[in-house]
């Protein structure tokens, strides 16, 4: 019956356990590629007239 329980448990946490590992990741590339794009010089792209107007 043990084994029974923590296999559920294991069943349960897995999902969750993959869901993390791909944000963890997401968030690390993420962030490799903003660093790329800023040390690159690329500008970024903004909408026409997003900008405030300075006084």
Partial sequence: ????G???VVAALLPSL???????VS???GTNTR???AAAGTP?????GS???SR
């Fill in 44 to 48: 970024t792209e903004r909408p026409a």
């Fill in 35 to 37: 660093t790329s794009a």
């Fill in 18 to 24: 993959g869901l993390l590992i791909q944000q963890i």
């Fill in 51 to 53: 900008e405030e107007p």
């Fill in 1 to 4: 019956m043990t084994v029974l």
């Fill in 27 to 29: 968030a690390l590339s």
């Fill in 6 to 8: 923590q296999l559920a």
